[in-house]
């Protein structure tokens, strides 16, 4: 299995291809390799076949960012509907065409993340309820 870049300048999509070998000599030939995305073939020696599949996810580097790209096709639908509303709306589309690239996230080296469990405030806080239920549980008798 190895991805390739479709040479086709206008899609330029990446896609994956797998040679599946056949255990006959002399039988090396011209098979065709087809984009998954817009159909450009091209052939290139082999004795068995290949098969391709488009990715459904990938990275690209654009004005340096690594940014995750994802297609829009049907079987992803759901999970990329809250992107393709955000895609609209910075793009002004009115909609997200099938195949369509569109992105996901933008990788960044290094995070900080806030610290959110506040132990000594948490503590603070509950000490007034805290001393009540002693002073409570000690004057019961
Ligand atoms: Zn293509």
Not at 6 to 14: A, I, M, Q, T, V
Not at 40 to 67: C, E, L, P
Not at 96 to 124: C, H, M, N
Request: hydrophobic letters at 30%.
């Amino acid at each position: 299995m190895r991805i390739e870049r479709c040479s086709n300048k206008d899609c330029n999509r990446p896609f994956e291809v797998s040679e599946y070998k056949l255990q006959m000599p002399g039988t090396k030939e011209r098979e065709d390799i087809s984009c998954p995305h817009c159909g450009y073939t091209y052939t290139q020696i082999s004795n068995g076949f290949f098969r391709m599949r488009s990715g459904n996810a990938w990275f690209i580097r654009k004005d340096g960012k690594v940014i995750l790209m994802a297609e829009n096709i049907k079987e992803n639908a759901s999970a990329l509907t809250r992107f393709k509303r955000a895609e609209r709306q910075r793009t002004g589309a009115k909609s997200i065409k099938r195949g369509q690239e569109i992105p996901i996230a933008v990788l960044v080296p290094r995070v900080t993340l806030k610290r959110r469990f506040d132990f000594d405030g948490t503590v603070r806080r509950a000490m007034p309820q805290l001393a009540q239920s002693i002073n409570r549980y000690l004057n019961r008798n």
